[in-house]
Structure formats: structure tokens, C-alpha cells
């Protein structure tokens, strides 16, 4: 990920926070393999247990997913853990977090440069997390380590997202969560049978915010005017975040 200065989130803990707030992940691994793909990726929903946001710790925390044993993917860790002799895939992993809100920019919201020099180009506007790290998978069905791991996976993304996602906190008149203990034992001892569990420390992790905030102040607010005229959700949120955004550099720029 290019992380220009203007855009980069320098900070560990905004990225965590960031990572939580949007934990579908793109894991894309790079395995040599005579059956399968080099290069594969899949969308996974993550759960983040944070260790340090220090930046120069060796392991930041880890990420907890599981996958369908079919995916071509998962096959191909297997098949280099089963090679390896060992759970742990030789390979980095990357996974890449993308923000809900992101958009097209139309060069007809520069009110500032477009007026005076014509000097502009579209761009889009988008906010991401990228982590690296070290895999272990849980993909031995008749280990106990493997059924502990996701006993434990499932029921931690299952309450996450019933209560940070959905809002269902039994709290305030909202209705309580949904429950891994709601469906029948034998039906879910079932269906670990068709999952692994992937565990991720994470040893490098960087993001931006690509939010407008390189640009005079004068185009900036044409952006912030443009977006909150459009009349929509993302438009509304991508306007708070230029504003956001902008506001924060110029802040850092007052301090120097």
C-alpha cells in the first residue's frame, strides 16, 4: 500500500480501532502449489484481540478467522502445512480492510484550482488497513486444539457482530443477541467439521485515509459541499470524514 504522508494513519491504536470497525478482511496469501492458484484471496469477517499498539513491538496482536474447508485457499494452506509438517504456514499473509464509506471525486468539486488554472484530475476517496503477519491453521478435525479454537472463534464473532454490528445488546429495549448455544450441539460439532480456523499475529500493520486532505483549503470545502449536496449516506459520511481529515492536518501543520 502506498502510504503518502498526507494520508497515512500513523497511529497503531486508530488502527485497531479502524480494523473493528470494519472487520470484513481480504486475506491473500502466495503459497507454491501444483494444484492450486499462486496468488488467492477471500473476504473473511475477523475478530481482533489487540496486544500492544506500540509500534516497534515484533507482534501487535492477532487476528481470529475461520473458512469454508472447500475454498481453493484453504486447500492450498493445508496442503503447505501438511508439507511443512506443521501448522504454521512458512509464508506471510496479508490482510487488507477496506472503510464502508468511499467514493468517486468529480474535479467539478474543486471550486478553488478548477476555476483558476483548470489543473485537475478525478481521484476517489477511500480509507484502508493492511496488515502482514505470520499464519496458523487449525485445520486437523480430530485435534482437540482445532474444535477448542473454533468453539471459541464462532462464538466471539458471533457475539461481536450481534452487538456491534446488528445492536442486538438485550440492553435499552434492543433485543438480545443470537446465541452460538441457540442451534443444536450435534449441528454445530457439524459444521467445524466443514471450517479451519486461521490465527494471524500481526507484525506490520499500516493504513490511510485518503480523504481530500492533501488539497487547498479552498477545494477542500467545495469537496465537503459537493459530497453533502449529493443527498446520500456515503455522501453525507465522506463529507464528515474530508472534514475530519482536513482538520486534523491542519492542526499537525499548526504545531510545526
Not at 500513523?10 to 478482511?25: D, Q
Not at 481470529?64 to 509464508?91: I, V
Amino acid at each position: 500500500m502506498y502510504l503518502r504522508a498526507v494520508h497515512a494513519e500513523s497511529s497503531t491504536k486508530a488502527l485497531f480501532e479502524f480494523i473493528k470497525a470494519n472487520p470484513l478482511g481480504i486475506i491473500t496469501t502466495a503459497i507454491p502449489s501444483s494444484t492450486h492458484h499462486f496468488i488467492q484471496s477471500s473476504h473473511v469477517p475477523w475478530v481482533l484481540d489487540v496486544y500492544t499498539d506500540d509500534p516497534e513491538a515484533p507482534v501487535k496482536g492477532r487476528l481470529r478467522g475461520h473458512m469454508a474447508r472447500q475454498n481453493p485457499q484453504c486447500k492450498a494452506m493445508m496442503e503447505a502445512c501438511t508439507a511443512s509438517g506443521t501448522t504454521k504456514l512458512q509464508q506471510d499473509v496479508m490482510i487488507l480492510f477496506t472503510g464502508a464509506a468511499h467514493h468517486y471525486v468529480t474535479p467539478k468539486f474543486y471550486t478553488e484550482t478548477k476555476p483558476d488554472t483548470g489543473k485537475v484530475v478525478p481521484t476517489w476517496n477511500y480509507s484502508a488497513a493492511q496488515v502482514y503477519g505470520k499464519a496458523t491453521i487449525y485445520f486437523d478435525s480430530a485435534a482437540p486444539e482445532t474444535s477448542e479454537y473454533l468453539s471459541q472463534q464462532i462464538h466471539d464473532l458471533s457475539q461481536m457482530c450481534e452487538t456491534s454490528v446488528m445492536g442486538y445488546t438485550g440492553k435499552d429495549g434492543k433485543p438480545g443477541p443470537w446465541s452460538v448455544a441457540d442451534a443444536p450441539e450435534r449441528y454445530i460439532d457439524i459444521m467445524k467439521k466443514n471450517i479451519i480456523g486461521i490465527e494471524v499475529s500481526i507484525e506490520s500493520i499500516g493504513g490511510k485515509f485518503k480523504m481530500s486532505q492533501e488539497l487547498g483549503q479552498g477545494d477542500r470545502e467545495g469537496v465537503i459541499q459537493g459530497f453533502g449536496n449529493l443527498g446520500s449516506e456515503v455522501g453525507t459520511e465522506i463529507a464528515e470524514l474530508v472534514k475530519e481529515r482536513g482538520e486534523m492536518k491542519d492542526a499537525e501543520k499548526n504545531k510545526q
